[in-house]
């Protein structure tokens, strides 16, 4: 396993977490943890992680966002390689092939909403406060802000938090759909830990072929988002667990997943 100095990753029975770990700067994301980050995400694939959860260190924080003191002086070209990390980082999180939790146990402030945003599912303590907040540092969302909050919580909601660089609570994260539930803090862990075991213990590659054609709904029109998923549900045809859950089904019995 991989030495990282700002993230742990845990693998247990099929559940990868992916904990950012630098209390001290309430888990903000610098270079070295975004690229930290995505070295984990391909070694929890490469483990064959079911499910993938995300989150923060210590009591306050999920993550606080980009770095400030790093972005403080930055030029434009410095600004940019950020910015394709950053989109790079929150990529992969999307295209992970199972699904990703985002446990937002904490702040989750611009680039740590961005984060929980490329996530599947997105679970939120009680007493997390998120926002897109990059309008009151001068800059604007830049590691997907701008084209994922619109498709969750809809136009005007997501310029409402942009333009007003706007600290939400859960609750109001959960109205706007922003997070999918709000748990109380001292059970987000387990709550999130039976979530991710629950979907560990679905039949993987369908749930793999489920997150992409979902992923598809967002990139493309419906007619060619139409044909991939007929081309991915026909696919799964032969594979041994559509034989075994459908022969499961017909014997009423357990299916056996690979
Ligand atoms: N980048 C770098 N450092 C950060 C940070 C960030 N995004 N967020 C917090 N920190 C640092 C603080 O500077 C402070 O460092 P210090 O101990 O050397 O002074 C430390 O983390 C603790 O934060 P502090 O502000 O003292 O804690 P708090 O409980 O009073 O407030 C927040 C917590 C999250 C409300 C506040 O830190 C905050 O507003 N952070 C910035 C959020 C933001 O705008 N993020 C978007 C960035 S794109």
């Not at 979530?195 to 993987?204: C, G, I, N």
């Not at 991939?228 to 032969?238: A, I, K, Q, T």
Request: with cysteine; aromatic share 6%.
């Amino acid at each position: 396993m991989s030495d990282w100095e700002t993230i742990r990753l845990d693998h247990e029975e099929g559940v990868a977490t992916l904990t950012v770990d630098r209390p001290d700067r309430l888990n903000a994301l610098n270079v070295e943890t975004l690229e930290a980050i995505e070295e984990a995400l391909a070694e929890a694939e490469d483990e064959g992680a079911r499910a993938l959860v995300l989150t923060g260190a210590g009591d306050d924080a999920f993550v606080a966002g980009a770095d400030i003191s790093y972005m403080q002086d930055l030029s434009v070209a410095e600004a940019q390689a950020y910015a394709e990390l950053g989109h790079r980082v929150a990529d992969k999180i999307e295209s992970f092939p199972a699904p990703v939790i985002a446990a937002i146990n904490g702040y989750a402030f611009g680039g740590g909403c961005e984060l929980a945003l490329a996530a599947d599912l997105r679970v939120a303590s009680e007493d997390a406060i998120v926002g897109q907040t990059e309008i009151d540092l001068g800059i604007v969302p830049g590691w997907g802000g701008s084209q994922r909050l619109p498709r969750l919580v809809g136009d005007e909601t997501a310029r409402r938090l942009i333009f007003f660089g706007e600290r939400i609570d859960a609750q109001d994260a959960h109205e706007h759909g922003l997070v999918g539930e709000v748990v109380a803090s001292d059970q987000i862990d387990d709550h999130v830990a039976d979530l991710a075991a629950d979907l560990a213990a679905k039949p993987r590659y369908a749930l793999a072929a489920a997150k992409e054609t979902l992923n598809q709904a967002h990139e493309t029109t419906q007619e060619a988002g139409l044909r991939y998923e007929r081309r991915v549900w026909s696919g799964l045809f032969g594979t041994r667990d559509q034989r075994e859950g459908m022969e499961a089904f017909l014997a009423d019995r357990e299916p056996d997943w690979e």
